[in-house]
């Protein structure tokens, strides 16, 4: 840490002993230069205020944004605002995805991917690492998936419609006066303004739908907006509307983990596996726990708008009141047709089978009287949703002629709901034989379960179980003040400007409520298979299932009961009861939790210019108290209280832990631009910072996740916070070079790098936890009538401080053709790992010979990321194409378990493959107010493949594949009006 702070304190004063030995020159230099060097002071003071400027068009928008990127002090990217229809493009995500340095991801967390930007993250850095703003300011989120829930500090970009911006910024270095919470950088959404517009009254509206080629549905899609501002500028209001409604079908074959075959087993005697073999971590035979059919339809319903009132009473002084609200309502369906390996493999014979080293690659089970080989979940999650809003009241007042002040007050608020799960858990295929045969990481796996899969047979389906958590409400909230000042200096060399500020917010983070439903035993639901309960009608999976994943076998036209049939059959047979028996209550203690910081800062920036100089210095100081509560069957902290409702998964009670904590940091600043030529073409930069992140709340905080072990003696596993950990702190630098050879013309090359303390990766702890299953009933091997607790032994994988470095380099080619055409190119190298904290675990239990929580690459880190776009416009034609590749990225934590009878090991490192996304668009001027425009997504219908690396957890295999998944394609067809 020592050496980290005096490395970039080095950096600093060596630059800025530059810049006084050219202040030392300056002052030798004639009136002209002197001239030139204010005339350079005032374009550095100018590009601190980013343009805002109205322009139509891509070669326009092209040129606004280049010439905001050359004259910024700082190293920024910049997209400015394009006529509606120009750009590819449904929310923020995507207007910035063709920009170097910058990845998209398309999901939030473990879910899997979809057909839509949902983060954005900058340089091969974790969305966490990027801080998103809104006009300059902090913006709550929240996640529709129930297992996004837990909380990252990334803000989903699905909230945010494309037609809300004027300009979005990509800073990639940081200065004291931007705030903190981006340690790879921040992106800051800017919004249109009522006295930006030209005309006195302006409407523009888009009318239109989407066509989604999977479901086959289409649905309309609408925006508008309405500004007038008075005769003199001076007062102006704007409304802007939207609401865009798309379904979405996604289908997928997932293995949700894998298995090694345990000792004693009847596969393992079969096999001729010894002892010593089986749950070894090195010589174990590991297979897929539950090959699946994957069947995910929703509507995605994005509704929302925006205010925004603007007042200068007087030329020195404006007011601003802004307000935004944003809703996707995302009610959806969820179907996993597997093949029951996890438990029943370890205990069939195999007619054959195939090992490759140490994994199972293929095997034919027969069937046996009784015994099922499948087990079908379906989940049905009607009013999942997630929002965002703010509002915010600004004041600019210029106080004197060199002296400026903007004051803000705002609250924002955001939430990600899940009020209910309506599930079933069938076991199928009973007496029926099964196989299944692995492919690569290329291709999904072939797998067969015999029987006609295409119907309901209640002869060989029988209830499982009932499970899936009820009234989860994730919310999160902050209310903020700040002041900044500005005193521009008029004779005092090469200083331009002083800046100051302090802000001060409140934020809280909260699960409050949570419900985990079970099979209601006073029914006569307990009795399996029991046909005289279950719907006699069902419907079935899509003919085109899987068409294109590229699977070679697998069951299709799967039955399933409808939405309707599962709230119907929940209605009755699920118990989501919550009372003051603690014997009964359904109250689920693992998901709530409660999180609340208090963010200080106060920072000081000088700027300075010369003659073909400019640049900025300063520094930052950020306090945090963090006051995080979190739950627990038995007293974790020596602050705590007795928790309430009472909950059947706690009969004997459980407790509110609470922990607090308080740190400060300063964080220095340093950038310096240079013209290294005559006309300002060729640009030279480089910054040095230190920059902080907060760790992401479900990391401090979030749910407590387990994996019930399946007998008496075993041991399960789970996933789990850990509110000790220290805040990430990276000291950054960047050093880039760019050549402004036309108007629309840019060569450019960067090189970065981070050194990031306190990064976090995952280790291992112990802990005491009720076994759900073996409690109610759940196994027929130890069965439990009375429901008795069951309390098991739970090894915990929780998030660990450890290092970590990222490096890369940014190639960049912006190339105009002609007056019509243009073309882009960039290219970005990322390569990161982290190091240290603790080790890791063996699958059987035993601590891991040299594999640190650390000894893998940092998350969302994509090696290679390429975007290629070219476009045509004249005065009625415009048309566009964009493909961006994005390298494999690790994911997160998959599981690994001993068959049903042994321990359970959830840290096996996951990964995204690398894709490629295409998209198009094209548009038709008809006249000053009617135009149409054209876009389709996702035009080369990706599969995204993800694998798992047993060899990064200690184990004896390589990479197998995990899950693949394709979304189909999205085309929007829209009329555009404006007055």
């Not at 400027?53 to 010439?67: F, H, K, Y």
């Not at 999650?381 to 803000?408: C, H, I, M």
Request: glycine fraction near 12%; proline fraction near 5%.
């Amino acid at each position: 840490m020592n050496y980290r702070k005096t490395l970039l304190a080095a950096s600093i004063i060596t630059s800025l002993c530059a810049t006084g030995a050219l202040y030392a020159q300056d002052n030798g230099q004639d009136s002209t230069s002197q001239t030139q060097q204010n005339e350079t002071k005032a374009k550095a003071k100018d590009a601190k205020t980013l343009s805002t400027v109205m322009v139509t068009g891509i070669r326009a928008s092209q040129q606004l944004s280049l010439d905001t990127k050359k004259d910024s002090v700082s190293h920024i990217e910049v997209v400015s605002a394009v006529d509606i229809g120009k750009l590819p493009a449904k929310n923020v995500a995507d207007t910035i995805a063709q920009l170097p340095g910058v990845n998209i991801s398309d999901a939030a967390g473990a879910e899997g991917g979809f057909d839509e930007a949902d983060r954005a993250s900058i340089r091969g850095s974790a969305p966490s690492l990027t801080l998103t703003t809104l006009n300059g300011h902090t913006v709550a989120s929240g996640d529709w998936f129930i297992t996004g829930g837990g909380g990252s500090r990334s803000v989903s970009y699905a909230m945010f419609p494309s037609e809300i911006v004027s300009q979005v910024v990509v800073h990639k270095g940081s200065e004291a006066s931007l705030l903190e919470g981006g340690a790879a950088g921040s992106i800051d959404i800017i919004t249109r303004k009522p006295l930006e517009f030209g005309k006195q009254f302006s409407a523009e509206a888009s009318v239109g739908g989407v066509y989604s080629d999977l479901p086959g549905d289409s649905k309309p899609q609408f925006s508008g907006l309405v500004n007038w501002k008075n005769s003199d500028s001076t007062f102006g209001v704007m409304l802007q509307g939207f609401y865009e409604d798309r379904d979405l079908q996604r289908d997928g074959q997932e293995m949700l983990g894998y298995s090694y075959i345990p000792t004693g087993s009847a596969l393992a005697t079969q096999l001729g596996l010894g002892p010593a073999r089986p749950g070894s971590a090195s010589t174990g035979v590991f297979y897929p726990n539950l090959p699946g059919a994957a069947l995910f339809t929703q509507e995605r319903k994005r509704k929302g708008g925006a205010i925004d009132l603007e007042w200068k009473p007087l030329d020195n002084l404006t007011f601003n009141l802004d307000g935004f609200y944003s809703k996707m309502d995302a009610t959806d369906y969820n179907r996993n047709y597997m093949l029951r390996l996890r438990d029943k493999l370890p205990g069939d014979t195999l007619s054959s089978y195939t090992l490759d080293g140490n994994v199972l690659t293929s095997a034919v089970a027969q069937g046996q009287e009784g015994v099922s080989q499948g087990i079908y979940d379906m989940i049905s999650r009607p009013g999942e949703s997630e929002s965002s809003a703010y509002v915010t009241l600004d004041a600019d007042w210029k106080a004197t002629q060199d002296l400026n002040f903007k004051f803000q007050g705002g609250y924002t608020r955001g939430t990600g709901n899940t009020p209910t799960q309506d599930v079933m858990e069938m076991d199928t295929g009973y007496g029926q034989g099964a196989s299944y045969s692995m492919n690569g990481l290329g291709k999904p796996l072939n797998w067969t379960l015999g029987g006609n899969n295409s119907v309901y047979n209640p002869a060989t389906v029988g209830l499982d179980w009932i499970f899936g958590d009820q009234d989860v409400h994730v919310i999160d909230k902050e209310h903020w003040f700040q002041a900044d000042g500005e005193f521009d200096f008029d004779d005092a060399g090469p200083l331009s400007s002083l800046q100051f500020g302090a802000r001060y917010a409140k934020h809280t983070h909260d699960s409050p409520t949570a419900i985990a439903q079970g099979p209601n035993f006073a029914t006569d639901i307990s009795t399996s298979p029991n046909a005289t309960i279950w719907p006699a009608s069902s419907s079935n999976y899509p003919g085109s299932f899987a068409g294109d994943l590229g699977v070679g076998q697998m069951p299709g036209g799967i039955w399933y009961w409808t939405p309707a049939q599962l709230a119907a059959l929940n209605a009755v047979y699920a118990n989501r009861k919550v009372t003051n028996d603690p014997g009964t209550s359904r109250f689920y203690p693992n998901d709530i939790y409660s999180m609340s910081e208090k963010n200080d800062a106060a920072y000081m920036q000088v700027n300075f210019a010369g003659d073909r100089w400019s640049g900025n210095a300063g520094v930052r100081y950020v306090g945090t108290t963090e006051d995080i509560g979190y739950t627990s069957p038995t007293i974790q902290e020596a602050s705590y209280a007795q928790g309430t409702p009472p909950s059947a998964f706690y009969p004997s009670g459980w407790y509110w832990n609470y922990y607090s904590h308080h740190y400060g940091k300063l964080l220095p600043s340093f950038n310096l631009k240079f013209n290294l030529n005559d006309d300002g073409s060729l640009l030279a930069r480089f910054a040095a910072s230190q920059t902080l992140t907060r760790q992401d709340y479900g990391q401090l905080a979030g749910f407590l996740s387990l994996s019930d072990p399946q007998s008496p003696t075993g041991e399960g596993s789970g996933s789990g916070p850990n509110p000790r950990l220290k805040p990430i702190l990276s000291t950054n630098f960047d050093a880039s070079l760019e050549w402004y050879y036309s108007e629309r013309g840019l060569l450019s090359a960067s090189v970065y790098a981070m050194d990031l303390n306190n990064y976090y990766d995952y280790g291992t702890t112990t802990g005491t936890y009720l076994n759900n299953y073996l409690t109610y009933g759940g196994s027929t091997t130890y069965p439990n009538p009375s429901h008795t607790p069951v309390y098991s032994n739970y090894l915990v994988s929780i998030p660990v401080n450890v290092n970590g470095n990222l490096k890369g380099v940014e190639l960049n080619w912006v190339q105009p053709i002609g007056e019509h055409f243009g073309t882009s190119v960039n290219y970005t190298y990322s390569n990161g790992h982290s190091s240290g904290g603790t080790y890791l675990y063996n699958a059987d239990g035993t601590q891991g010979t040299g594999v640190s929580a650390g000894n893998r690459p940092l998350f969302g880190t994509s090696k290679n990321t390429a975007n290629l776009s070219a476009f045509f416009e004249n005065k009625q034609w415009n048309a566009r194409i964009n493909y961006t590749y994005r390298s494999s990225f690790y994911d997160g934590m998959m599981p690994v378990t001993t068959g049903s009878l042994g321990n359970t090991m959830p840290l096996l490192p996951y990964y995204q493959a690398g894709a490629g996304y295409l998209s198009f668009s094209a548009g038709y001027t008809l006249n000053d107010h009617v135009s149409f425009s054209f876009d389709a997504m996702n035009l080369n219908n990706p599969t995204l493949r993800y694998y798992v690396v047993g060899s990064q957890a200690g184990l004896g295999f390589g990479k197998v594949p995990e899950a693949f998944y394709t979304n189909g394609r999205q085309y929007y067809l829209t009329v555009n009006f404006k007055l």
